[in-house]
């Protein structure tokens, strides 16, 4: 499903690029979404990109935790593993820009494009299932993954406050936060199997 996924947003990313017409009618737009009823813009978003940086670093993420989620959801959730990824990472999509809805819906101007918050919500839900394993930040430097988790969000939050960049710190965030709950949500008991590895740290 990973690849697929990842098909997918290349092609639609691809076709978008330098097509001011589609990124004007598909991207996150909180007032067109709001006053106009354009809902669709709440899922369309997550598959466009600005530019080829934006979509391989996504797309980079994704392809390396995504298959280690998938291994974990067809573990503890069976066949019903597929259908519940494709609900994160739709979920994700849409729950990572509801902060953004409401703080911008007056913001004419204000627009959005990418799948961060779903990759977000990837590498979290991978999280919470091996919190103890290695993360390699900066490719070389091995991090517990809830030490980073604990760093990501810190910096998603302190960022998205600060607001002096061009990146959607805030879809970060949520998103995050999302693929951490997801799990639980499924299959509340999964949350004392995150404890137990947390406590043998």
């Known amino acids: 499903m990973t690849i697929i996924i ?3 947003t ?12 589609l990124l004007y009618k598909y991207q996150f737009n909180a007032y067109q979404v709001l006053k106009r009823n354009q809902w669709y813009r709440m899922l369309t978003y ?8 934006h979509l391989l670093v996504n797309m980079f993420v994704l392809y390396f935790f ?3 989620l998938e291994y974990y959801f067809s573990y503890h959730f069976g066949q ?10 739709i979920g994700a999509i849409i729950f990572s820009t509801l902060y953004d809805l409401k703080k911008h819906h ?23 299932f091996a919190p103890l394993q290695s993360i390699y930040f900066m490719f070389f430097i091995p991090i517990p993954g809830i030490i980073f988790a604990a760093g990501y969000l810190y910096y998603s ?5 600060k607001n002096i960049d061009n990146i959607g710190h805030s879809a970060h965030f949520y998103g995050a936060l ?21 406590l043998n740290f």
Not at 46 to 53: C, P, S
Not at 157 to 161: E, I, L
């Open 6 to 8: 990842i098909a997918i």
């Open 106 to 128: 007056e913001h004419y101007h204000y627009n959005a494009v990418g799948a961060s918050g779903a990759t977000s919500a990837i590498v979290f839900a991978t999280i919470f």
């Open 157 to 161: 939050y302190y960022m998205s406050k």
């Open 10 to 21: 290349v092609l639609i990313s691809m076709a978008a690029f330098n097509k001011v017409d």
């Open 80 to 89: 019903l593993g597929v259908l519940y990824f494709i609900l994160l990472y």
């Open 46 to 53: 997550g598959f466009l990109h600005a530019n080829w940086d």
């Open 178 to 198: 999302f693929g951490f709950l997801f799990p639980i949500l499924i299959k509340p008991q999964l949350f004392s199997l995150f404890l137990q590895q947390i």
């Open 66 to 68: 995504g298959d280690s």
